[in-house]
């Protein structure tokens, strides 16, 4: 199975909400990375997190990250319909391992 | 526009091809990686570069063979492809292998007839 796994699946939401999507993964890190794949192209790196720290904010973009529990979260904050994109997380774990992904649509 | 540039963007080949799909890059980064990427899945790697050496292989089968000309260029080469080896290809480099961030190209769309 993937390092890491993202939940939920899918995801709709209305330009303007906040949009949280979750990723579990099963061995120790150094860090974890998430990125967004638009429809047909390559994936674009968002944040990386380091597995010293436990939030770590870009722009509209909040990344939680809590080793014990093995889980990172991210908040995408007012939402838009850009941001309408597939996103997943990718740990090092040794290589470069990316879990299922979010699809998020976002409204207008 | 990405700074990963990946040809051609799409390619058609029937399974006794042999054909090639390249990747360059110009930001001094020395790790270089494919993945293959299926409809709604997501990447899976493949090769990994680190300073034009290849450093993982993930099992894949010999009818793929990559190549490193030098620290800009990254080469898969294709041949005997069956029909479920149509997928996105992905080219991605990083400043050094692991722990890095990631930068992808658009990757090329391949069908195997």
């Known amino acids: 199975s993937q390092q890491g796994e993202e939940d939920p699946q899918a995801l709709s939401i209305q330009e303007g909400e906040n949009a949280t999507m979750n990723c579990s993964y099963k061995?120790?890190?150094?860090?974890l990375q998430w990125y967004r794949q638009n429809s047909g192209r390559g994936l674009v790196h968002l944040i990386l997190?380091?597995?010293?720290?436990r939030e770590k904010h870009s722009g509209r973009l909040r990344v939680t990250l809590d080793t014990s529990k093995k889980s990172s979260s991210l908040l995408i904050t007012a939402s838009r319909a850009a941001d309408t994109a597939s996103y997943f997380c990718?740990?090092?774990?040794?290589?470069?391992?990316f879990g299922d992904g979010t699809t998020l649509t976002v409204k207008p | 526009d990405t700074e990963v540039t990946q040809t051609p963007k799409h390619l058609v080949m029937g399974m006794t091809n042999k054909k090639s799909l390249k990747c360059e890059q110009h930001?001094?980064?020395?790790?270089m990686y494919w993945y293959k990427q299926k409809a709604k899945k997501p990447p899976e790697l493949m090769f990994v570069?680190?300073?034009?050496?290849?450093?993982i292989n993930e099992s894949v089968p010999s009818r793929f063979s990559p190549e490193c000309p030098n620290s800009s260029l990254l080469n898969l080469h294709l041949h005997a492809l069956q029909p479920e080896d149509s997928a996105l290809y992905l080219c991605?480099?990083?400043?050094?292998?692991?722990?890095?961030?990631?930068?992808f190209g658009d990757g090329t769309r391949l069908s195997i007839l």
């Open positions: 991605a480099s990083s400043l050094r292998q692991l722990y890095q961030p990631q930068h």
């Open positions: 061995t120790s890190i150094n860090n």
């Open positions: 997190i380091r597995s010293n720290e």
């Open positions: 990718a740990t090092d774990a040794g290589k470069s391992t």
């Open positions: 930001m001094g980064h020395r790790a």
């Open positions: 570069y680190s300073y034009e050496k290849l450093s």
